[in-house]
């Protein structure tokens, strides 16, 4: 069996990611740092964005990434980047030590707070590059979990599952004829993040205005336009919840995020 976080390990578990520019979407975290992740991540990136906005932590849009289809320094072996699995955070002042220091300005509740993001099942979902033995990257988050471990769900201790309502990830998906509470806080978050011309009345009833509301929210974001919310959707809707959004679109017709 192969060691949980090695090259081998991904290369198992993780083989439909490796290079996988198809389900790549951009996640952008408090601040202006953005990156290019997984859709099976995104639910975590998102919880791991929502410490950084709690904790005021402002990241920068030229020292922050995430995909990126290389190979390991003077190996054969993949990086974790290539299969838009980690993220590397403010790299200038989280830079790569080796003599056993730590150079970071992340705080350590910080840290803990990431690092107490974890499945249904108690595992953590993520390793931080801060931890390494051999040398420390504190800049360097990435996924320490297999597909089938994610797909129990994820929790952040002590804090309120209202507001990303599970990510999707420990509920089914809303779709249009549902009704209930998961719907009033779907409505809210559409509204919170302006992309409608005229809110939605919050009613509970997932009808024919809602799951146009979610087909808008989905194409503005752009995500696949199914009109059903999942964890991408959920992910990406708290995402423009905390986030100014710019109405005006760009010259490639799309909206932003700033």
């Known amino acids: 069996m192969s060691r949980r976080g090695s090259s081998k390990w991904y290369e198992e578990h993780w083989s ?7 389900d790549l979407t951009i996640i952008n975290f408090n601040g202006e740092g953005r990156a290019k992740v997984n859709k099976d991540a995104l639910a975590c990136f998102t919880l791991l964005n929502m410490v950084l906005i709690d904790d005021d932590y402002i ?11 290389r190979k390991i320094a003077n190996s ?8 838009g699995l980690a ?20 705080k350590e509740s910080t840290i803990n707070k990431i690092l107490n993001i974890k499945t249904a099942d108690g595992l953590p979902v993520f390793r931080w590059g801060g931890n390494y033995n051999s040398y420390k990257d504190p800049m360097h988050f990435e996924i320490f979990v297999t597909p089938e471990e994610l ?17 999707g990830l420990k509920s089914k998906p ?27 009345v919050v009613d509970g009833d997932f009808g024919s205005l809602t799951h146009a509301a979610v087909l808008i929210f989905q194409k503005t974001a752009g995500l ?18 905390n986030a100014k959004l710019d109405k005006k679109k760009g010259n490639n017709g799309e909206y932003k995020i700033l």
């Open 76 to 83: 054969d072996r993949y990086s974790c980047h290539a299969y």
């Open 16 to 22: 439909h990611a490796l290079g996988n520019v198809e």
């Open 174 to 200: 809303l779709r249009k004829g549902d009704k209930g509470n998961s719907v009033i806080y779907l409505q809210e978050l559409i509204n919170a993040t302006k992309v409608l011309n005229k809110p939605l």
């Open 224 to 241: 696949v336009e199914d009109g059903i919310v999942g964890a991408n959707t959920y992910a990406k809707l708290v995402e423009f919840k």
């Open 87 to 106: 993220v590397d955070i403010n790299w200038q002042l989280n830079p790569v030590t080796r003599d056993g220091s730590i150079k970071t300005n992340f």
């Open 59 to 69: 990241t920068h849009k030229k020292t922050t990434g995430g995909y990126n289809f």
């Open 151 to 167: 797909s129990k769900g994820i929790i952040r201790e002590n804090f309120d599952q209202r507001d990303y309502i599970k990510l």
